[in-house]
């Protein structure tokens, strides 16, 4: 028999800022996501998009509603069980990379095994294993400062994936990159997801690093507006995506404006 | 990379960042150990309670609670900073307790480090510092010894200060929210606050500290702030209440007067609006605030350090003018009638000074004591034996009627309309029968300081009437050019004639004042001196650490405006400005307070120490500036490669 095993899963999630003059960042996100599928979040400015990936991450508790990670609920585990849960389950990328300055690339990377207090010979193993699938064994030694952005982010993504997490979660991961570097980068998700398995959730506002998704949801002003698949041509999915962001946009393009 | 290393490289490769405050622990740990050295070096360890183990002691214990503030401020300032860095840590699954553990490992590196290498520093000039206390204390020579002891003691005393504050760090960091830690909790935009009131109590305080602080001076100008003077000086806890108002104002005057004056400035218009001013104040409001605690830090222990030194260099100089002024001849002996030894003393003294060739003066004086109906003693000398001591001294020869009087001060700091005995208008001797009018108040100290209290000089005739006579006592004053070199021959003398005897006889001498006075003085001198360059250290320090990480937060507000078309002499005038504000603020107000330090100080000296105070704080100014062009220099460098680093990346 056949059966879909959930990653994550979100029910009837609420976020609400503010205590005076209140503010509803989500409103009822329902959300399913299975084991090594790769979604992406896309919605304007301001629509919640980053609210929503703070709340699966851990991070900013939902005012209302249920997050389920593998079938558990992250919120309920006080602070150094959380620690461990994120430390096992979770890998971050960021769109400024967030990698530590005092530390190499390499030590940048084997951070959550460090954490965990892993052997050294465990992670030598793991780093050359990560470093050789995303080409950046030449700049291990480096330090932050001396590398350029997509080697930054290759780097960041092999600190997010090096203990084999259940969940990968990166937040406009192509954002401080320029369309070669973005590409590069999106095509490294796309094999990992595919090689390896990991689950994936993206937020980005460029359709493009989107289009690499299975799927991508939209959402606008905290609720869910629309969800789409893709079929078999990426470059199909690309102009379905702008056509759904047209859409968003025709309306929301006034506030986003204004905002600017 | 064990957990191990990651704080062993979080320590090392961010060296620059901790550099400042690690040389200033080290130099810390390295007078506290010297002090140590001192403080149980056999010779002085064996002179239990005397003057160095009080002050030197007394001296650790200030450097102690001084680096417990230090390390606690800068660690959090340091923790602070690195928010972010942990916001990542904890979302990569640190938990609360690495975290601390990190913080702890990492504090202890450069604890022990700084521990150990001020130990070192210690052993190397350990020798010097013993000479140093050596020529304080005139000894022949202070040996070098193991110094066990010192090293235990500050190893255990700083080790237990870096622990404290590790044990602490949980508090600073508060990692609840990973959300924050990690976006940052957005300052920039807070909205500007201060408060009137606040402003206003800032000048207030700031206003009673000085005045307080000048009160002696200004007596005597108008009657009703004469009774406001006496009030103070009679109040109790003066100089706690005149040092809390000047702290409590600092800080008020950095929090709320400084924004409060940026603001009003920002109010005129044509001023506000005019090139780069807008820039430069606007900025520097937030900047002020967002520093103020750090200002006020900075300009305390500058404060502190300022009249530390200043203050005990001052002293020290004065100490040949005041004992001079204090033992106005070199040798004073006093008999009473009932010492039978008076002449044979008398000639032993003469014998031994003529026998070591001192040259000297002889003034020989009879002083009557008597006690008055409201049991007021009252010492009376004759007008030809105060004449005969007035020539000596270069006063003016007096001649009295039958029914005057001279009034003597007892003290060499005396105020006529502030001292009861010399604010007497008319004096009765033996219990009425003489009454006399007072005529004046003699210039000087004619014995010396403490000797004859309510002393009065009166016409031979009348002195001749006087019958009521509880004791008379025969004083010789000795006056010896050469008085310097008599350490000697009162040795000598001392060994001869011992300290006195009770009700019988008594001698004083300039020398031994003079050398206690010197030694204790210059005693103070040294541990003021490494006090004052320590707490120097440390707000420089301060100073530091704050540019540097204000520079990483301030490049990228440089490069926006560059691109606006902001040039770079122009951003270079904007950032000294703001730098410059930053530097000598503090320097300003510390030097200020310093100068009202200084008239406390100079309230209980007979000697100005103006000149000694403008030279100290000229020398800091230099201090100041020197590290003012360097840092500056440093910053606009750095200004000017991001920026060039920016242009060049959008050039591509």
């Known amino acids: ?260 | 990379m064990t957990f191990l290393q990651f704080a062993f490289n979080n320590v090392k490769r961010n060296t620059r960042v901790y550099l400042a405050y690690f040389l200033s622990s080290v130099f810390t740990i390295m007078v506290f150990f010297s002090f140590a050295v001192n403080l149980f070096h056999p010779v002085i360890a064996s002179k239990k309670g005397g003057a160095v183990e009080l002050i030197i002691g007394q001296t650790e214990v200030a450097i102690l609670v001084f680096s417990f503030l230090f390390v606690l401020i800068s660690v959090s300032a340091f923790l602070k900073v690195r928010s972010k860095e942990f916001g990542i840590l904890m979302i990569l699954g640190m938990t609360k307790k690495q975290l601390s553990w990190l913080v702890f490992i990492e504090n202890m590196i450069i604890g022990c480090l700084a521990i150990i290498v001020g130990i070192v520093l210690g052993l190397v000039f350990s020798k010097l510092f013993l000479m140093l206390l050596g020529n304080i204390l005139s000894y022949e020579s202070l040996s070098f010894y193991f110094p066990y002891k010192a090293i235990l003691l500050t190893t255990g005393f700083f080790t237990l200060i870096f622990l404290g504050i590790s044990a602490l760090t949980p508090f600073i960091i508060r990692t609840n929210s990973i959300k924050n830690l990690l976006h940052g909790a957005k300052r920039a935009n807070r909205k500007i606050r201060f408060s009137i009131f606040q402003s206003i109590a800032a000048v207030l305080l700031l206003g009673l500290g000085y005045f307080m602080a000048l009160s002696p001076q200004l007596y005597d100008i108008n009657p009703l702030l004469d009774k406001i003077i006496l009030f103070i000086e009679n109040a109790q806890y003066t100089e706690v209440i005149l040092t809390t108002s000047v702290v409590v104002g600092t800080y008020l005057f950095f929090s709320q007067l400084s924004i409060f004056v940026l603001s009003r400035l920002k109010r005129n218009r044509s001023f506000y609006m005019n090139k780069t001013n807008m820039l430069w104040i606007s900025d520097l409001i937030y900047r002020i605030r967002d520093n103020a605690r750090m200002l006020f830090l900075v300009t305390i222990l500058s404060a502190v350090a300022f009249t530390a030194i200043t203050g005990v260099y001052a002293l020290s100089s004065v100490v040949k003018d005041e004992s001079l002024k204090d033992n106005p001849f070199a040798l004073t002996y006093t008999s009473s009638s009932s010492n039978d030894n008076e002449q044979q003393h008398i000639n032993t003294i003469d014998e031994m000074l003529e026998s070591y060739g001192f040259k000297y003066e002889k003034y020989k004086s009879e002083i009557i004591k008597q006690v008055s109906k409201d049991n007021q003693v009252i010492h009376i000398i004759k007008q030809s034996d105060y004449n005969n001591r007035a020539s000596a001294l270069g006063l003016e020869q007096v001649a009295l009627d039958k029914e005057q009087a001279l009034l003597v001060p007892v003290y060499v700091r005396f105020d006529p309309k502030r001292d009861k005995t010399l604010s007497q208008k008319n004096i009765a001797l033996d219990n009425g029968e003489i009454n006399l009018e007072v005529s004046g108040i003699a210039p000087k100290v004619i014995f010396y300081s403490g000797l004859f209290p309510n002393l009065v000089v009166v016409n031979d005739e009348t002195y001749d009437k006087i019958t009521n006579i509880l004791e008379k006592y025969h004083s010789y004053s000795y006056d010896i050019p050469d008085w310097l070199n008599t350490l000697e021959v009162t040795e000598k003398l001392r060994a001869k004639l011992g300290v006195g005897e009770h009700g019988k006889y008594f001698w004083s001498t300039r020398i031994e004042g003079y050398n206690l006075e010197n030694q204790n003085k210059k005693l103070f001198l040294y541990v003021g001196f490494f006090l004052g360059a320590i707490f120097f250290l440390g707000a420089s320090s301060f100073l530091y650490f704050r540019l540097y990480t204000d520079l990483n937060q301030e490049k990228s507000k440089y490069i926006g405006i560059s691109k606006l078309g902001l040039s770079f002499k122009e951003m270079k005038k904007v950032a000294s400005i703001q730098i410059a504000v930053l530097f000598f603020a503090p320097y300003i107000l510390a030097g200020i307070h310093t100068y009202f330090a200084i008239n406390v100080l100079q309230t209980v000296l007979y000697s100005s120490v103006l000149y000694q105070f403008l030279v100290f704080i000229g020398v800091f100014l230099i201090l100041n500036i020197i590290y003012y062009v360097s840092v500056r220099s440093r910053y606009v460098n750095y200004l000017k490669r991001f920026i060039l680093q920016s242009q060049l990346h959008n050039a591509k």
């Not at chain 1, 509603?65 to 609920?73: A, D, R």
């Not at chain 1, 780093?127 to 064994?137: G, T």
């Not at chain 1, 990991?198 to 299975?214: G, Q, W």
């Open chain 1, 1 to 260: 028999m056949y059966c879909k095993l959930e990653i994550l899963k979100l029910k009837h999630i609420f976020k609400i800022y503010g205590e005076k003059v209140q503010h509803c960042a989500l409103k009822d996100i329902n959300l399913s996501i299975e084991k090594g599928e790769f979604v992406g979040i896309m919605g304007p400015s301001g629509s919640g998009k980053t609210t929503l990936l703070n709340v699966i991450s851990t991070i900013d508790p939902p005012s209302s509603g249920e997050v389920l990670i593998n079938g558990e609920n992250p919120y309920k585990l006080d602070n150094s069980k959380l620690a461990f849960f994120r430390r096992k389950k979770l890998g971050f990328v960021f769109q400024d990379f967030n990698l530590i300055d005092t530390l190499t690339i390499g030590e940048n990377i084997v951070l959550p095994l460090t954490l965990d207090g892993a052997k050294v010979s465990t992670m030598d193993k793991k780093l050359k294993e990560v470093a050789s699938r995303l080409n950046i064994e030449s700049i291990l030694e480096k330090r932050t400062y001396e590398v350029s952005g997509g080697q930054a982010q290759r780097a960041a993504i092999a600190r997010a994936i090096i203990h084999s997490p259940l969940l990968l979660l990166a937040d406009e991961p192509t954002g401080n990159l320029d369309s070669k570097a973005a590409k590069d980068v999106m095509e490294l998700f796309e094999s990992i997801n595919r090689e390896i398995g990991v689950t994936t959730v993206m937020v980005t506002h460029d359709p493009m690093s989107a289009s690499y998704c299975h799927r991508v949801i939209f959402i606008k002003d905290g609720q869910f507006f629309n969800e789409i698949h893709r079929g078999e041509s990426r470059r199909k999915f690309y102009q379905q995506i702008i056509d759904v962001l047209s859409l968003l946009g025709g309306e929301a393009s006034d506030i986003s404006a204004v905002r600017l």
